[in-house]
């Protein structure tokens, strides 16, 4: 049903950080659960950065770069193929804005995960809650950019399920993330509730796994319109203005109908909603 495509390079990116992220904390456990130099007095349970700035780093240097230059190229990718037709097309230049935009913080977010695993905890402190911070709210910016772009898009192509879908996963690790980083900061300043700053730390990293697996769905419809593309903004103008006409786009099977979601019949248009 699904021939090898673009929706590999997010999973093998979420795969990629969830094997770094088990071999770090893999290895703390069998080694007994040690207490790092790095670590504050009664804290028990080690932060990512604590087990990666030991004799783990390679890992954790070599996992988190491809995880991130992958998942980079995942936004590279949806910009390429929304420009070619495989993908909906963007309708307007502030879709395609906000495409850009959700790059470029995605390439920010990437440069400060990279930067915190070379700037270890032990002897660069500062400069690696630096890239932390930019990680987080690297990624967290690029979110908001791809949800608002994805809003947009389902205005003009509400047959499309899988846009929708897309939009509220995007949509709830926004809120999530959002929450959980304001939580894990406002545990970490006190030294006394390291180990639940700990615990959030690695079930903020979980939910970034959840976030960079679910692109995959977004690349779904490329797989079946190699030959057959979205109509471009001038054809749906051709055919009425008001929104995607399936006769000259792309058509799926019912067994791809939860990615094309109801293909419309040949010269019906469909009215842009305000809304999903």
Same mark, same amino acid.
């Given at each position: 049903? #699904?021939?090898?495509?673009?929706? &590999?390079?997010?999973? #093998? =990116? ?38 990666? =700035? ?11 770069? !491809?995880?991130? !230059? !992958? ?16 993908? *909906? ?5 502030? /879709? ?28 660069? @402190?500062? *400069?690696?809650? $630096?890239?932390?911070? &930019?990680? &987080?709210?690297?990624?967290? $910016?690029?979110?908001? +950019?791809?949800? =608002? ?16 879908? %897309? ?39 979980? !939910? ?11 690349? +779904? @419809? ?8 979205? @109509? %471009? ?16 786009? @792309? ?7 939860? =990615? ?7 010269? /019906? ?8």
């Amino acid at each position: 049903m #699904f021939g090898v495509s673009y929706w &590999i390079l997010p999973i #093998f =990116a979420a795969c990629c950080w969830l094997g770094t992220l088990l071999g770090m904390l893999g290895t703390w456990i069998a080694q007994g659960s040690p207490r790092y130099v790095s670590m504050e007095p009664g804290q028990k349970i080690a932060y990512i950065s604590d087990i990666g =700035a030991q004799g783990l780093q390679p890992l954790f240097i070599a996992g988190s770069a !491809v995880t991130v !230059v !992958v998942f980079d190229c995942v936004f590279i990718s949806e910009r390429w193929l929304r420009h070619q037709g495989r993908l *909906a097309h963007n309708t307007s230049n502030v /879709q395609k804005g906000l495409s850009i935009g959700a790059c470029l913080f995605a390439l920010a977010g990437a440069a400060g995960l990279i930067t915190l695993t070379i700037l270890d905890t032990v002897n660069h @402190p500062r *400069a690696h809650d $630096i890239g932390l911070g &930019i990680f &987080i709210i690297g990624y967290i $910016i690029s979110a908001i +950019f791809a949800c =608002a772009e994805y809003q947009r898009l389902g205005i003009h192509f509400r047959q499309y399920r899988v846009l929708r879908a %897309s939009f509220w996963i995007k949509l709830a690790f926004i809120f999530v993330e959002i929450a959980l980083a304001i939580a894990f900061v406002a545990l970490g300043r006190h030294d006394s509730q390291r180990n639940k700053a700990a615990i959030l730390e690695w079930v903020i990293s979980l !939910v970034y796994i959840v976030y960079v697996g679910h692109y995959c769905m977004d690349f +779904f @419809p490329a797989v079946h319109s190699k030959d057959n593309r979205f @109509p %471009s903004v001038e054809e749906m103008i051709e055919n009425g203005g008001n929104g995607p006409s399936y006769s000259g786009g @792309p058509t799926f099977s019912d067994h791809a109908s939860y =990615a094309s979601e109801n293909p419309m019949r040949n010269g /019906q248009t469909v009215e842009p909603s305000r809304n999903f």
